[in-house]
């Protein structure tokens, strides 16, 4: 099977500008969480999907936003980016009723 | 405070050696994890435990309920093994904020 994949792998913005991070999970895994790390913080949750419904949020502000389609595919869009942004954004999927995540590479966003 | 601490922050040793990360967490959990990330960012799942203990190779990894805490060794060390290594719960309670991640330890094998 194929593992998690997330475009773009990279992606330089600036401020002011918002940004749509995409994620395919493996397939028949039908959640999908995201999460960012940045140096200071190290990794946070920012939500998870499941069957095109939000089940969980973590602490991040409104500018965080995200969605799942019917096919588990789930962006993550952040507006008005602030360059406190600037970190690696994951994401992990899993299968129903597992705690198993298994992780994409990443985008690594900058904004300038 | 972190709901969950590891320790060493930083560890340097040398080939062969046996290595001990710790990771210890305030809340109850379902579930413990261990995650190793590479440079470049990978992360990859080492163990999910919630009881008792696994073993994967060169690595082990433990976990004690009653006194919140688990341990990750890895026997005879090798230079591939120099990597980030993170402890990650999942809060239990249903409706949890996903996984809460310690800071991660800094692992470099030297030959």
């Known amino acids: 099977k194929a593992g998690v994949t997330q475009t773009p792998r990279y992606l330089i913005k600036t401020r002011g500008q918002q940004v749509t991070l995409s994620c395919s999970p493996i397939s028949g895994h039908r959640s999908v969480s995201w999460y960012q790390q940045t140096p200071g913080q190290g990794l946070q949750f920012l939500f998870e999907?499941?069957?095109?419904?939000?089940?969980n949020k973590g602490n991040f502000p409104g500018r965080f936003s995200g969605r799942q389609f019917s096919n588990s595919r789930s962006e993550m869009n952040v507006s008005t980016l602030e360059l406190g942004d600037s970190a690696l954004y994951l994401c992990?999927?899993?299968?129903?009723?597992?705690?198993?995540?298994?992780f994409g590479p990443g985008t690594r966003l900058l904004v300038l | 405070k972190n709901e969950v601490e590891q320790s060493p922050q930083n560890l340097t040793a040398q080939e062969g050696e046996f290595i001990t990360i710790n990771c210890s967490y305030s809340?109850?959990?379902?579930?413990l994890h261990w995650l190793q990330q590479h440079p470049g960012g990978g992360i990859v799942s080492l163990f999910m435990?919630?009881?008792g203990k696994k073993k994967h190779g060169r690595l082990i990894a433990t976990i004690n309920i009653q006194e919140k805490h688990s341990s990750l060794h890895i026997t005879a060390s090798h230079p591939r093994d120099s990597a980030v290594y993170i402890c990650a719960v999942n809060p239990s309670g249903g409706g949890a904020d996903g996984l809460t991640f310690g800071k991660g330890t800094h692992l470099i094998i030297q030959p």
């Open positions: 809340v109850g959990i379902s579930a």
């Open positions: 999907y499941f069957s095109e419904t939000q089940r």
């Open positions: 435990l919630s009881s």
């Open positions: 992990a999927s899993k299968l129903a009723g597992q705690e198993t995540q298994y």
